[in-house]
C-alpha cells in the first residue's frame, strides 16, 4: 500500500505544470522571452507587538498569489468559464507565493517574479481568494512590470478584532471554554513607490521597466478554496462609505 502511494505521488509530481520562478537576484540579463512583476511587500504589524519580546511586524509567510486570465471568457485561464483556453504544454494558470526577496527592506521586502507574458489577475493572498473582485494587468515580453507598494491587513467586520495579550491570558486560563478568535480575510493595498520604499534596484534596465496599469473589478472563481473578498476589502470599503456618509451630513 505505500509503495502505491508513493508511486502515485511520483507520477503526480512528475506530471507537474512547470512554475514560474521568484528570483533571489535580479538576473545579469532579462530574458526576452519572459515577463517580469516587481512588488515591494509591506509586512503587517504584530497584533501582540506589545508583548515582552515579541517582534513588530508579522514575517512574511504568505503573499500575494498571481493567475493567468482570460479577459474574453472572465475567468483564470483553463478552469472554470476559461476552460476551453487552457495553456500550452505544462505550463501553470497560477503562479504561487514564495518567500524569496532580492531586496530586504526595514519591515519591506522586494520581490522579482519571472513569468510567461500574459493577462495575469491577482487571484489572492494567503488562505484569501479576491475572486470578488480584484486587478488584471498585461505583462509583455521582456520587460519589468512594477506593481509598486502591496500593504497588505486583515479586513476585520465592524464586530471584530486582532488578539491581544489579555485575549492569550483567558485561553490559558479557560482553554476549550474561551472564546476563539475572530477570523477574517485579508485585503491589499497598492500604492506608487515613494522615496521612503525600497529603490528600484540600479541593475535593472530603465528601459524595460513599466508601471503597472491595473484593470480594477475583475471576478473570477474560487479556486483557493480559503476565505473569499474583495482585494480592497469588502468590509474595509464599507467602513469608508459609511465614514465618508457621516462626514457629508
Known amino acids: 500500500m505505500k509503495t502505491k502511494i508513493l508511486l502515485a505521488v511520483a507520477l503526480g509530481c512528475s506530471g507537474a505544470p512547470a512554475a514560474a520562478d521568484t528570483l533571489k537576484k535580479v538576473p545579469a540579463t532579462l530574458n526576452p522571452a519572459k515577463a517580469y512583476i516587481l512588488v515591494e511587500y509591506k509586512l503587517m504589524e504584530n497584533p501582540l507587538a506589545k508583548l515582552p519580546g515579541s517582534r513588530k511586524t ?3 509567510i504568505n503573499g500575494l498569489i498571481f493567475a493567468r486570465y482570460d479577459p474574453a471568457l472572465g475567468d483564470v485561464r483553463g478552469l472554470g468559464k476559461a476552460k ?6 505544462k505550463q501553470s494558470p497560477v503562479e504561487p507565493f514564495r518567500n524569496r526577496e532580492i531586496v530586504r527592506g526595514d519591515a519591506a ?34 520587460t519589468v512590470t512594477d506593481l509598486g507598494v502591496a500593504e497588505p491587513a486583515t479586513d476585520w467586520a465592524e464586530d471584530q478584532r486582532a488578539i491581544n495579550g489579555g485575549d492569550l491570558l483567558k485561553m490559558a486560563f479557560l482553554g476549550p471554554f474561551s472564546k476563539r478568535p475572530d477570523v477574517a480575510p485579508v485585503r491589499v ?8 520604499d525600497i529603490a528600484v534596484p540600479a541593475s535593472l534596465p530603465r528601459d524595460k521597466l513599466r508601471t503597472v496599469a491595473f484593470v480594477p473589478n475583475v471576478k473570477f472563481g474560487n479556486y483557493l478554496g480559503g476565505l473569499v473578498n474583495r482585494i480592497e476589502g ?8 459609511e465614514q465618508t456618509a457621516s462626514t457629508a451630513q
Open 189 to 196: 493595498h497598492f500604492r506608487a513607490r515613494t522615496d521612503r
Open 234 to 241: 469588502v468590509n474595509a470599503q464599507a467602513k469608508a462609505s
Open 58 to 60: 508579522m514575517p512574511l
Open 109 to 142: 521586502r522586494l520581490h522579482l517574479i519571472e513569468v510567461e507574458p500574459d493577462t495575469w489577475v491577482i487571484q489572492g493572498f494567503g488562505d484569501t481568494s479576491f475572486s470578488l473582485g480584484s486587478y488584471a494587468f498585461q505583462l509583455e515580453p521582456g
Open 84 to 89: 476551453s483556453n487552457p495553456l500550452p504544454g
